[in-house]
């Protein structure tokens, strides 16, 4: 059966070809297209031929017989359309052609219109094939590397050498080796490059380079792209070759090599948002919003001190964001660097009691009635009866030496009730305390204490001269200065009363030698030391009866003072000490004279303990780690030396 005419419309190459949008692209239909213009052509030329087949069907529009591509068969695909007609009346279009139809001129035009619509169409079918192709490739191409990156599991192993990063040297180089550490900054270099800083503890750190492979083995884009996204402070196991770099890194501690990373595994990632950034965590503390405002100028003179050291736009975080944040408060080089200065200290101290024949103990913390008759004491329910933890070890270092030994030391907590809310205090610190026995005078006792204290500070400016150098480039200091052996300088209390009153300061030209000294007295008297002793370290002696507690021996030749003392550091009370009373009897009278009950819970056992054999005379101190290390260093306060500081307003974490 012939198709059915079509009404030919003379604006074929406007209108029609408006209307026709090619929606399927294939090449066949592009030639029916083709076909169909040159049947028109042929129409308008002859259009007699085609009357009679024009009144016999109904008219359609002009595409009727353009077969969609779901319809078409193989053979109407390509069927020239011979029978379609147009009327010479409606051949006359809008653009006033005549009855013969359109000029031949209009025609070669819309087939060339045509053709051009035809040859875009396909093109951008073309384009969009190559599209679609290469999209399918990349979502199908195998990752060649992908066994050598990933989260770490049980089953992760990297077989190459462990390596240190402090322990990097000559002999690695070219080697493939295993490292462990923390991400502390990234950055992308385009799609097949990327660098990472690497960081160990004590801020050893080394540049990390990854470049994808060009066969995608052991490295491939994915890979460069993953270790790229990694987190800042996720804990990472890499392996990878060592080798210099073209010039040393600058911002890493290891600058004269770089890790050419081939395999790389998280460990633990670190979260999308830190709450102190590294940067942060490694400035100097200027707000220590958990003390009181203007509680000792020395926070504010140190602080001055520190304001210079800010070198970018990041700002320094509060000391409640610090301890609020102990893990990157703790990853900060500095505060290491503090943690190392530490340790030192105590492993020192014991270190030179150990070779004067002294004995480590462990006193209690727990004790059934407060310590040495104080009030600043904190108490907690223990079973079925009142417990206080100890204000001090102070009774139980006399009964070690009551019990035989002669010579004892010990390293542990000390606890303070007092709400003091100063860069000075804290309501629990760390103790270093020694007694040992007298044989014929209390200044064995602090000869020792000096002795022991100075080999301290030799020994932290040798071991530690690292960790001070760093320190000092977030908290500036000028050196401690100590005195030659042989001229220590000692001052009796009365002395340095004498020393204020005649070159310190104006108010304190009336100070009594009678009264305890305020902090602010003893900081003026270090000054005036300082300058004219030229040290930092220094001994006041015999301190008056009424600034010292009951079991403080007094001086057989003058009743007004005691066999007691203070120490100090940077003009700050570091160290208490002096000779105990050994006798009962004299021992409950100055107690008596001290207003405390001879017979109240704990001093009676405390009492009866030399009523109970025989005690040597005796002597010893106490010393405040935090103090030391947070004044050798000039810290602005002693909260930084601490691991975890306890105030009255801080009890977590």
Known sequence: MAPPSVTFCPSFDLACLKSLRFRDTTLELHKRCLQYVHN?????????????????????????????PSTTQPEAATKPVADAAAAPGEAAGA??????????????????????EAEKAKRAAEHQAKQAAAKAAAGNTEDLAKENYGAATRQTKVSAERVNLKDVNESHLGKTVKVRGWIQNSRMQGAKMAFIELREERNWAIQGVVAASPEGKPVSKQMVKWIGGLTLESFVLIEGKLEKPLEPVKSVRVSNYELHMTKCYCVAPGPEALGMGLVA???????????????????????????????DNVPSASMATHLSNPAMHKRAPVQQAIADVRMATRKLFAEYLDSKSFNQFEPPCLIGAASEGGSNVFGMTYFDKQAYLAQSPQ?????????????????????????????????EFTGLDLEMEIEDDYVEVREMLEQVLLYV?????TRCADQIALIRTVYPSEDFLLPEPGKEVRLTFAEGQALLRAEGPEEYRNVSDDEDMSTPQEKAL?????????TDFYVLDKFPEGARPFYAMEDPENPKVTNAFDFFMRSQEILSGGQRIHLPALLEARIRKKGVDPKSPGIKEYVDVFRSAGVPPHGGGGIGLDRVVAWYLNLPSVHLASYYPRTPKRLMP
Do not use: W
Request: glycine share 8%; proline share 5%; hydrophobic share 35%.
């Open 40 to 68: 028109l052509c042929e129409k308008s030329s002859n259009p007699a031929a085609h009357a009679t087949t024009e009144n016999t069907h109904k008219k359609k529009p002009i595409m009727a017989d353009i077969p969609t």
């Open 95 to 116: 653009e006033g052609e005549g009855a013969a139809g359109p000029s031949k001129k209009a025609l070669k035009k819309a087939e060339a219109k045509a053709k051009k």
């Open 281 to 311: 965590a490694g400035k100097p503390v200027m707000n220590f919003d958990d003390e009181d405002a203007g509680a000792d100028v020395a926070v504010e003179e140190a602080r001055k001190g520190v304001e210079a050291t800010s070198i």
């Open 395 to 427: 009774f139980y270092k006399q009964f070690e030496i009551a019990g035989g030994r002669k010579r004892v030391y010990c390293i542990g907590p000390v606890f303070r009730a007092e709400n003091s809310n100063t860069p000075r205090h804290m309501t």
């Open 457 to 461: 500070f030799r020994g932290l400016a």
């Open 526 to 534: 270090g000054a005036l030391i300082r300058q004219k002793y030229k």
